[in-house]
Nanobody, 123 residues
Framework: QVQLVESGGGSVQAGGSLTLTCVASASTDSRPCMAWFRQAPGKEREVVAYIRIRGTNTYYTDSVKGRFTISQDNAKNTLYLQMNSLKPEDTAMYYC????????????????WGQGTQVTVSS
């Protein structure tokens, strides 16, 4: 069992920055992918960014490329999402997720999810 706890959400104006943090209750070394997803009201959940084990590869959805950065601190079992130049369309609930062990498709196959942290960007 792995519990994921997100923090760092809030309300900011467009152009502002936030850093989301996700702390895992146990090591996620056996899980190839860690990711941030988001879901806005009335929309499907989408992957925002993922990072492969030990940071060997990262992925960003097109709408956040150049603005968001995903990173991890394995020693602290912590995942981060630095969000800069925020836009109103970034408003959503953001979720941290850990993949099933040894599942290498980082767009799917997530076993554990956090409770979410709300990000609201006003224009």
């Amino acid at each position: 069992q792995v519990q994921l706890v997100e923090s760092g959400g809030g309300s900011v104006q467009a152009g502002g920055s936030l850093t989301l943090t996700c702390v895992a209750s146990a090591s996620t070394d056996s899980r190839p992918c860690m990711a941030w997803f988001r879901q806005a009201p009335g929309k499907e959940r989408e992957v925002v960014a993922y990072i492969r084990i030990r940071g060997t590869n990262t992925y960003y959805t097109d709408s956040v490329k150049g603005r968001f950065t995903i990173s991890q601190d394995n020693a602290k079992n912590t995942l981060y999402l630095q969000m800069n130049s925020l836009k109103p369309e970034d408003t959503a609930m953001y979720y941290c997720a850990a993949s099933f062990p040894y599942r290498f498709n980082c767009l799917t196959n997530y076993e554990y999810w956090g409770q979410g942290t709300q990000v609201t960007v006003s224009s």
